[in-house]
C-alpha cells in the first residue's frame, strides 16, 4: 500500500479560540516559533507523506500562503545577509506539494474529509486534523501508516483520555488483538459522560482507503447537525475493515487555551537558548 497523500481540513472556525483567531486562523497561531499548521505538516513530512490536501474556505488563505515562497521577504532576508533565516523560510516552501480544495460549507469534519475524493481517487490516503499536535519519535501518523500498510486497512488513531473529557472527542469500542492494536467494533461521537463505551477517544490522525467516501456520501447528519466522519467510520467497522492504534508520543490540543499555552511551554523548553531564562522568569512569576 503506497500512500503518498494527506487530508488536512483547516476550513473550520476556531471558535474556541476567539478572540485570537478573529481575522487570523487558528492553524496559523503561533507555537514557538511556528504556525500550528507548519508542526501538522512537518509530522506529515517526517512520516514521508509529500502531498498535502488542504480543505479550506475562501478566507483562510494565508494557510496555503505559508507553504509557498514569499520572494518579497526573501528578498529583503538575503539582501540583509541573514541567511541562517532565509534558509529556514524557504524550506518551508519545499516541505512538500500543496494540493488545496474549496469546502463551501462547513458541514461537519465528515463533509470536509469527502471533498477530497476527487483528489484521492483511488488511493489510500492520511487525514490529519490541523489543530490537534502530536510529538515524539515515530508516534502519529508514522505509526497509522506503518499498521495500516501491514494490515491492510483502515486505522484511527487513538489515546485514552479522563472520564470526564470523553464527550469532546469520537470513542471507540473494540477488542485489543496485540498490545495498543484493536479491532473496532463500535464508534459514537462526542458521547455525554457516563455513557461512553470507552475511554479510548480518536485523535485527529486517520488512515483511510478509498471506501470510506461511500460511507460518507450516505450518512445523515449526527451529533451538532454535522457529517460526522466518525458515522461513516461505523461503516467500515460494521464490515470489520477498521482497526484503532494507541498513539505513543505528546499530544496537545491547541484550540484548548491550557494545551496551547503548554505547548508553547514544551517547545521553549526545548531551546538550548531560551530554557535558562524562561525558566528563571517562570519561577519569579509561580507563588510558591
Ligand atoms: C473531531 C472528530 C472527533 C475526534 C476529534 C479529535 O472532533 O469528530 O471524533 O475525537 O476531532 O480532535 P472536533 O474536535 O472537530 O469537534
Known amino acids: 500500500m503506497q500512500i503518498t497523500k494527506v487530508v488536512i481540513p483547516v476550513a473550520g472556525w476556531g471558535t474556541r479560540s476567539l478572540p485570537a483567531t478573529k481575522n487570523i486562523p487558528k492553524e496559523m497561531l503561533p507555537i514557538f516559533k511556528k504556525p500550528v499548521v507548519q508542526y501538522v505538516v512537518e509530522e506529515a513530512m517526517n512520516a514521508g ?3 498535502v490536501v488542504f480543505i479550506n474556505n475562501q478566507y483562510k ?3 496555503e500562503d505559508h507553504f509557498d515562497y514569499n520572494p518579497s521577504l526573501e528578498d529583503t532576508l538575503e539582501r540583509a545577509g541573514k541567511l541562517d533565516i532565509l534558509k529556514e523560510v524557504r ?3 519545499e516541505m512538500v506539494n500543496i494540493i488545496s480544495v474549496r469546502q463551501k460549507k462547513q ?5 470536509a474529509v469527502l471533498c477530497a475524493k476527487e483528489v484521492c481517487k483511488n488511493d489510500p490516503f492520511a487525514v490529519m486534523v490541523g489543530d490537534d499536535l502530536m510529538f515524539g519519535m515515530h508516534s502519529g501518523i508514522s505509526q497509522l501508516l506503518d499498521a495500516a500498510k501491514s494490515e491492510n486497512m ?3 488513531g487513538v489515546i485514552e483520555v479522563p472520564e470526564d473529557k470523553v464527550n469532546r472527542y469520537g470513542i471507540i469500542q473494540g477488542e485489543e488483538y496485540a498490545p495498543g492494536m484493536y479491532r473496532v467494533r463500535n464508534l459514537v461521537e462526542k458521547p455525554a459522560i457516563g455513557t461512553a463505551p470507552s475511554r479510548l477517544a480518536i485523535v485527529g ?3 483511510l482507503l478509498p471506501e ?3 460511507h460518507l456520501e450516505r450518512v445523515k447528519p449526527g451529533v451538532g447537525g454535522e457529517i460526522q466522519l466518525t458515522d461513516a467510520l461505523q461503516g467500515l467497522a460494521n464490515d470489520k475493515k477498521l482497526l484503532a492504534v494507541r498513539l505513543r508520543g505528546q499530544r496537545f490540543d491547541a484550540g484548548d487555551w491550557v494545551e496551547y499555552l503548554t505547548a508553547n511551554i ?3 523548553l526545548h531551546d538550548e537558548e531560551l530554557r535558562e531564562p524562561l525558566v528563571r522568569r517562570l519561577r519569579e512569576l509561580m507563588p510558591c
Open 205 to 207: 490522525r486517520y488512515v
Open 107 to 111: 458541514l461537519g469534519l465528515g463533509h
Open 154 to 156: 483502515a486505522v484511527v
Open 49 to 51: 507523506l509529500t502531498d
Open 61 to 63: 488563505k494565508i494557510i
Open 266 to 268: 514544551y517547545f521553549a
Open 91 to 93: 524550506a518551508v516552501a
Open 212 to 214: 470510506i467516501f461511500h
